[in-house]
């Protein structure tokens, strides 16, 4: 469609917005209320113009100007807001005339009326649209001379989210982005008029992404607790990196000052989590800067363990292992660990003579899906989707992307300044096609309200409720168990068959299970599926892609514990669980290479201290087979290295130049391994459909069933109780029971209580779900303790902390 | 007198129609409509008529919509799409809050049944089931008495399955408004339906396209849907015949402020506003100054015979840069100072902003009423009236609905005729006319 934008004269597709044909023709208006990705609403009246199109006689002949002969323009009688406004077949637009732009400084001037003027103190001076617009569009003055608004200036939303009611401009972009992006509506204007403000009718906001809002917020009423007050936006040092903490690879931007991270921000993906990202994502990193870092090894002398010199440690390390056989020797790492550092650690295992390395945790099958493999755009653009697990809590990124599915608007294609700002197709409180969703997970998952048809089934019956379908499938009942969910199952194989571009996420539940997981790809293979398996940790698939796991099953990771004489053990703490310490006693040496003084490092003869993972700098592969770069923020922890820096310290104590020594040493083998430059990966990322490895699969390990579920949770655990905000926010873990349990093991709802699962010792807080039925329990999982494993309960003690000591 | 368009009340052809039964003792019950002929002509429609006929009728009669934009009824009822198996709904607006108007309240008080009979010809003209009745929170005896009348209709048959035994379903819910002038304003009216905010939606989508719950609505005045019920009762010809060739029909007209005898009254469209002021008002109580002609939001004209003289009706009033709206008639006497009455109106809009979009908000809801009362405390400049008429041109038209316009119109209407009142208050510190004691005897 050709459009005159400011006299040039440009083509567009149909039904684009007026913004965006000035955007794309590389003009400009000032804008608040519009948001990439969300609605346009047409409510801040800023991105005025003047827009006039040519009309058509009714013969449909163009009516034609007398002096000109060309197709007369009829303007508008009144100047338009582009946003809302569609483009039309000889459009002409005029954004930069006198009268628009003085339209366009009054609207301004109407913002700061009630706008307060404390951008000296404002975290989000500097960065401010409001302030930006103020300076390119205002008049520079203000001629309003009465009292402003007067309003909270300090209103928590939650822990996590500030709100300074003042400072607030109405653009309803956080509203509209609960209820849109989310489909979590948590909060709402209250009162009218002048009178407007924001507000969340329940305390906290009840969603897993809610630090979003501070981002797209375009003035400072909404800002991150965690790093309030903490620094100006032009002293920040801004690192684009890609999130760790689950397996989804969001795009991330770091924001160092002085040596500390102090927030991160979503980073700009299109085809992966666009911009938005989770808020264990954004909000759990308070542990990078903890004053209980380690920041120097350590090494065991006289039972003790001192601070040493990295020579020293790395001295002690190589002494220590030349005692023991090379077939004694160990190399555990933690699965977010880049692909180079997989290489390091691999490269010095190679030096002690072993190869005896494995990642932890790991799914029990291979991460690549064994048919077509399913990327989130596959999963924006579906039209049936199928969950098993609850993904909200695993990879918060893929369920925003189902979200997406559920509007049944296809992501739109990037324009000349990126994706749409007003993307005419999406509107407020769309429907939702709920009805292409079905949602499968052991317990009332977050997903279930958002789908047509769920499945509660008991925990560790991921083979039945797999065989259930595929009984449908034939044609068959879906058998005893799954009776009363005969409706459900048929209705979703119907509606799976009918799809198109259906698509299968498992979850960790099913991926622990080679069985279950086995049934799926047949599922998936009857109803053509394009499948997406979601990984535990940020590199599963990555370090699996790179072959930098055990392949026989003496060498996993538990066995490894088990039957090792040295041990070097890197970001895992396995001996905080009484068996795994038991063993512990019997290996002669042990390497640790951590970040805080765990128990397992409490037990170490030699201790490195290790980099979180805002200090890597690498690759890693996310759950779709796409390599992401991960960027180091320029953050200060004492002498802490990653695998790379353990590599050269053993290099260097024995003389010799170790592969893996540093990232270009790494990625220099791994070029050959990869045929792959990763140094060449771009930011955005790149998918890679085929590894070059496929793990196998492994035992299923019929043991770990009990009395509580271990399940996803969206931020980490094991870091809570270094994240402040966090802690506050979340409170401790959630153990959360049926109404039966809780009354089989005397547990109140709200209270606090100290439970051992696992040989593991864990401090939580009780819920006791209502709803819930039969004999269930919960808690957020450990990378000790993964998810879709099961342990019996003991309750060591119930209620708070101090009587815990007393009854102790 | 006796041929030719009915302009006039005077003339003999003529006769209240909408408001025949206002006023009469126990008119909303079922059994004083059903003595009147209540019912048979909605049973008469549904039984011999096709939809597509009643809408020509409607579009032939030429019914413009009476809740104060004018739009064709009939053109609005054929924009509704077929049906496609999904719900669709006729809403019905008797959300009236502006000020000055007054006549729903009146129908909805006095003659629900023929308010339910307009909306059953309408359901069957759309070929749609469902109706809902927005009322307005504060008609609590409109509400009484037209939730009576749908619960008796329901038992009569006439609403629920199978009415007249012509096996069309209709039914009505009628639902109560919170307070808010907006949801006068047909989206925001959906969206209170709904449950949701009250803030007006985007169009387009129009409602006829995704109204209620995103299904095809029409949303009708009240006196709009009476006015149906009166065009199939006394025929095509019988409409068109009256008011002029612009706005045709009889309207109910509404009086209120400095006049002998403020009220209601039915006139065809086109009688003059003297015609209405002082034969039927009585003229004005003492030396009438202005009259706002068609509800607060209608720019103001002065108290001249050749605004007197003006024909009402939407084409005439509009050409002078006023609207005849919902016909409501404020008359302003020559000692009520015109500043203290437009702060008045403009603090009744800056309450009734809904917040959505900024130079209402802003604009409307927090200066405007600002700069009036500086004004007014006698403490204004020249630059100040500057401020209000540069703020005027930079708030309308550009707001999202049109409820700033609806308050810059009568400060623009006011500063064209009346600036030296303006004028003479900056100057002076104190208004031309200081009279208060409006309420004493």
């Known amino acids: 469609m050709k459009v005159t934008i400011d006299g040039r004269v440009l083509e567009v597709e149909p039904g684009t917005s007026v913004i965006d044909a000035i955007f794309h023709a590389g003009g400009d208006v000032p804008y608040f209320c519009s948001q990439e990705y969300m609605s346009p609403i047409g409510a801040c009246r800023m991105c005025l113009a003047r827009i006039g199109a040519p009309r058509k006689n009714p013969d449909g002949t163009w009516i034609l100007d007398e002096e000109t002969g060309e197709p007369k323009i009829f303007w508008f009688p009144n100047l338009m807001a582009t946003c809302t406004t569609a483009v039309m077949e000889g459009m002409v637009v005029d954004s930069t005339s006198k009268d628009v732009k003085r339209a366009q400084s009054s609207m301004v001037e109407f913002h700061l009326i009630n706008h307060p003027l404390d951008c000296p103190v404002c975290d989000k001076g500097g960065a401010c649209e409001l302030q930006d617009r103020a300076y390119e569009y205002g008049e520079g003055v203000s001629r309003f001379e009465f009292d402003k608004r007067h309003l909270e200036k300090h209103h928590p939303l939650s822990e996590l989210i500030t709100l300074d009611r003042e400072r607030c401009i109405h653009c309803k972009r956080c509203i509209r982005f609960f209820e849109e992006v989310p489909n979590d509506e948590v909060l709402n204007f209250i009162e009218r008029g002048a009178h407007t403000y924001i507000e969340s009718v329940e305390p906290q906001l009840a969603s897993n992404f809610t630090g979003n809002i501070t981002d797209i917020c375009p003035v400072g009423a909404l800002l991150d607790t965690t790093s309030r007050f903490r620094g100006r936006n032009w002293e920040y040092e801004h690192t684009e990196s890609t999130g760790m903490d689950d397996s989804t690879g969001q795009a991330v931007i770091l924001d160092a000052r002085t040596g500390r991270i102090e927030r991160i921000k979503a980073g700009h993906n299109d085809e992966v989590n666009k911009t938005w990202i989770s808020d264990g994502t954004r909000f759990g990193h308070e542990y990078a800067d903890h004053a209980a870092r380690l920041k120097t090894p350590l090494v065991r002398e006289n039972g003790e363990l001192r601070a040493a010199t990295w020579e020293e440690a790395a001295q002690k390390m190589v002494e220590g292992f030349a005692k023991l056989d090379s077939k004694d020797i160990a190399f555990g790492f933690r699965a977010d660990s880049t692909i180079e550092e997989g290489h390091a650690i691999t490269e010095i295992a190679k030096h002690f003579g072993t190869t005896r390395v494995d990642h932890h945790p790991r799914a029990a099958v291979s991460l690549q899906p064994r048919q077509r493999g399913a990327t989130l755009q596959d999963v924006a653009t579906a039209d049936g989707i199928l969950v098993f697990g609850d993904v909200t809590e695993e990879a918060g990124i893929v369920d925003l992307r189902i979200k997406d599915a559920l509007k049944g608007v296809d992501p739109a294609p990037l324009m000349n300044h990126g994706p749409p700002i007003a993307d005419l197709r999406l509107k407020e409180r769309m429907h939702r096609k709920t009805e292409i969703l079905t949602v499968a997970a052991p317990y009332e998952a977050n997903l279930m309200r958002h789908a047509a048809r769920s499945i509660v089934y008991d925990p560790g019956r991921e083979e039945t409720i797999l065989g259930a379908f595929l009984a449908v499938m034939r044609g068959e009942s879906p058998g005893r168990e799954f009776l009363e969910f005969k409706d459900e199952i048929e209705a979703a194989v119907a509606q799976l068959k009918g799809a198109k571009k259906g698509v299968l996420i498992l979850g960790g539940f099913i991926l622990n299970n080679p069985a279950a997981t086995a049934l799926a790809e047949q599922l998936a293979s009857q109803l053509d599926l394009k499948e997406l398996r979601v990984g535990p940790m940020a590199n599963s698939r990555g370090l699996e892609y790179a072959g930098f796991y055990a392949d026989n099953a003496e060498d996993e990771f538990d066995a490894l514990l088990a039957n090792s004489k040295g041990i070097f053990i890197s970001h895992l703490n396995p001996a905080q669980a009484a068996p795994f310490k038991a063993s512990f006693g019997r290996a002669e040496f042990i390497v640790v290479h951590d970040m805080f003084l765990t128990e397992t490092a409490q037990l170490a003869d030699v201790v490195f201290p290790a980099t979180s993972v805002y200090e890597r700098n690498g690759t890693i592969m996310n759950l779709e087979g796409r390599l992401l770069p991960v960027k180091p923020a320029p953050i200060g922890a004492g002498t802490a290295q990653d695998l790379h820096g353990v590599a050269k310290a053993i290099g260097d104590a024995v003389g010799k130049r170790l592969n893996g020594r540093s990232i270009r040493s790494s990625r220099r083998e791994l070029k050959k391994t990869l045929r792959l430059e990763l140094a060449d990966v771009p930011r955005t990322g790149q998918l890679i459909t085929q590894n070059s490895k496929r793990a196998a699969s492994r035992e299923y390990m019929e043991s770990l069933r009990g009395d509580v579920l271990m399940v996803p949770s969206d931020y980490r655990v094991e870091y809570l109780p270094y994240n402040e905000h966090l802690l506050k926010e979340h409170g401790l873990p959630s153990l959360r029971l049926s109404p039966a349990s809780a009354e089989t093991f005397e547990l109140r709802n709200g209270t606090e209580a100290l439970i051992e699962i696992g040989g593991l010792r864990r401090r939580v807080q009780v819920v006791v779900e209502q709803s819930w039925t039969g004999a269930r329990a919960t808690l957020p999982a450990l990378p000790e303790q993964p998810v879709g494993d099961g342990y019996s309960l003991v309750v060591v003690s119930r209620g708070a902390s101090a009587d815990v000591e007393l009854a102790s | ?441």
């Open chain 2, 1 to 441: 007198m006796s041929n030719g368009r009915i302009t006039t009340r005077h003339d003999e052809r003529f006769s209240p129609t909408l408001y025949k039964h206002i006023g009469v003792e126990n008119s909303h019950t079922m059994e004083y409509y059903r003595s009147h002929g209540g019912y048979d002509t909605a049973r008469d429609v549904l039984t011999n008529r096709t939809p597509e006929a009643v809408v020509k009728d409607l579009q032939d009669a030429g019914l413009r919509g009476r809740g104060g934009g004018g739009f064709p009824t009939g053109l609005k009822w054929s924009f509704m799409p077929p049906p496609d198996g999904g719900p669709r709904y006729v809403v019905c607006n008797a959300d009236e809050s502006e000020p000055g108007s007054f006549k729903d309240r009146y129908l909805l008080e006095d003659d629900p049944h023929q308010i339910i009979e307009g909306m059953i010809i309408a359901a069957f003209a759309m070929n749609l089931t469902f109706g809902f009745i927005y009322i307005r929170g504060e008609y609590y005896r409109g509400y009484q008495n037209l939730w009576q009348a749908v619960h008796d209709a329901r038992k009569a048959g006439f609403l629920g399955k199978n009415i007249f035994g012509t096996g069309m379903d209709f039914d009505i819910t009628v639902h109560r408004g919170a307070g808010a002038y907006i949801c006068g304003e047909e989206t925001a009216l959906m969206n209170s339906l709904e449950g949701l905010r009250a803030n007006p939606r985007l169009k387009p989508p129009f409602p006829a396209q995704a109204g209620v719950y995103g299904r095809p609505t029409t949303i009708n005045n009240v006196e709009s849907i009476a006015n149906a019920t009166q065009i199939m009762k006394h025929g095509v010809e019988w409409h068109a015949n009256l008011g002029t060739e612009d706005s045709k029909g009889s309207k109910v007209y509404q009086i209120s402020g400095a006049i002998q005898r403020p009220g209601l009254y039915e006139l065809p469209m086109g009688a003059t506003f003297r015609e209405l002021l002082y034969d039927f008002g009585g003229g004005p109580v003492g030396k009438g100054k202005a009259f706002i002609p068609g509800g607060s939001s209608a720019p103001m004209f002065p108290w001249r015979d050749e605004f007197l003289d003006m024909p009402m009706d939407h084409g005439t009033l509009a050409k002078n840069d006023s609207m005849l709206g919902t016909g409501g008639v404020i008359v302003i006497p020559e000692e009520k100072c015109i500043v203290d009455a437009l702060y008045n109106l403009v603090r009744f809009y800056a309450h009734e902003s809904c917040g959505k979009c900024t130079p209402c908000r802003e604009g409307v809801g927090y200066w405007m009423p600002r700069m009036y009362k500086k004004l007014l405390a006698g403490l204004g400049t020249p630059h100040d009236l500057e401020m209000i008429e540069e703020m005027s041109v930079h708030i309308r038209g550009r707001s999202f609905c049109l409820l700033a316009d609806s308050c810059i119109m009568p400060i623009q209407g006011s500063l064209r005729w009346f600036r030296h009142e303006y004028e003479y208050l900056i100057e002076h510190g104190k208004p031309m006319y200081e009279k208060k004691d409006w309420w004493q005897e």
